[in-house]
Structure formats: C-alpha cells, structure tokens
C-alpha cells in the first residue's frame, strides 16, 4: 500500500545548527502537510504545502512533486524546537484517509 | 479560528472493560478522524468520518466502534480494553485540506 517514509528518524543537534527533514512517497502527492508534536503534547500544524516552497519565521517547507518528496528545513535551531516531527499526506485513491509518517525525532542541545 | 477538545485527558480502565472516547470540535468541518498513537510509532487511522452519521473504518479499527451523532461530535469506543494497553488517542478534525487536532486522550490499562 501507499507509504509514507521519514528521515531521518531521530536528530541530534547542537544548538545554533540547521536541520534538514525529509519526507519521501511511495505513490503520487496529494495535499502534503508538516506537523510538530512536542514531548507528550498533541499535533500542532506547521505547514500545509502540497507543492512549491513556503517559510514561517525558521522553518522552510519544500514539496517537490515529480520527486514524490517533501522537505522541512529548520534554521538556526533552539532548545525548544525539540519533539516529533511528523509529515501528512492523502491516501491516493481516497482523499478523506490522511496517513502518516513515523516522525523525525529531533533533540537540540545547548 | 476553532478548537478541539477531548475527554477525557487521562483514561484509566480494567481488561476486558468498555471505554469511551469523546471528542468535540467548532470549526464546522465535515470530516473527523480518531488516530492511535503508540510510543515509537507513528499514528493509526483507526476511523474517519466524512460526514454527520457517516463512518468509515481506518486500518485499525478492529476492537473499536464510532459514532458520530452531530456534525460537531465524533467519540469511540474501545470495545474491551486490552491488559497493560498504553496509547494517546488523537482526534482530528478537517474542512478542506488542512487537518487540525486535538490534545488527546492518554488511555492505560492496567
């Protein structure tokens, strides 16, 4: 069935460094969406970007659908951008199923 | 803007016991989702709802009913509670592309 692949799996970062989150699909892209979770807390969203390039403050997202592949880019981390990132897409052939990927698990240190 | 809310926070129940979950969201959506969350994985569909007395089942569902009485009221019933289950329940809400979600449900049984 339709996968959905992150990587990588678990960061560590000193505080200060840039990271780079990857998202890849086993099938076409539909409605591509970013999300943070931080430790024991629910989903916030990041970004919705189905294609293209959108940046909120520190954060880049970039979907490139040819590649079947979505980025999110974290620029000079901090402490607090530490937890789960998690990226979302629509199952091919039914639109309402959203699947998930298993997460970045990201730790800054300072 | 809207918001999700679901009771309760923390569930604590016995094997075999019957336990309901509720969730509550004001955004007007039409489609709602239950996903499990278990430590180290990343979220299950367990079911969606496209629609006010729709229900469609996820890849999960097994050992779980849904109801969704109102637009604005989906809940689920874990039908018999598994020995030693721990997991956060998370409830979704979404009205075009963008899902939003609520603060969850940490279930455990002991």
């Known amino acids: 069935g339709q996968q959905v692949q992150q990587s990588p799996a678990s960061l560590v970062l000193q505080e200060g460094e840039n990271a780079e989150l990857q998202c890849n699909f086993s099938?076409?892209?539909?409605?591509m969406q970013w999300f943070y979770q931080r430790p024991g807390g629910s989903l916030v969203s990041l970004f919705y970007?189905?294609?293209g390039t959108k940046q909120s403050g520190r954060l880049t997202s970039t979907t490139v659908i040819k590649e079947r592949r979505s980025s999110l880019h974290i620029s000079s981390s901090q402490t607090t951008d530490s937890g789960t990132y998690l990226c979302?897409?629509?199952?091919?052939?039914?639109?309402?199923?959203?699947?998930f990927g298993k997460g970045t698990h990201l730790h800054v240190l300072p | 803007g809207g918001i999700i809310t679901q009771t309760p926070k923390f569930l604590i129940g016995q094997e075999g016991q019957k336990l309901t979950l509720k969730c509550q969201q004001n955004?007007?959506?039409?489609?709602m989702y239950w996903y499990r969350q278990d430590s180290g994985k990343g979220l299950r569909l367990i079911y969606y709802?496209?629609?006010?007395?729709?229900?469609q089942k996820g890849d999960l569902s097994e050992g779980y009913d849904a109801s969704r009485e109102k637009k604005s009221s989906f809940s689920l019933t874990v039908t018999s509670a598994q020995k030693n289950e721990m997991a956060v329940f998370l409830c979704?809400?979404?009205?075009?592309?963008?899902?939003?979600f609520g603060p969850g449900t940490r279930l455990t049984v002991l």
């Open positions: 709802s496209i629609t006010e007395n729709d229900l």
């Open positions: 099938t076409s892209l539909n409605s």
């Open positions: 979704a809400s979404r009205g075009g592309a963008e899902q939003f």
């Open positions: 955004f007007n959506h039409d489609t």
């Open positions: 979302a897409m629509e199952q091919g052939t039914n639109a309402y199923k959203v699947i």
């Open positions: 970007n189905p294609s």
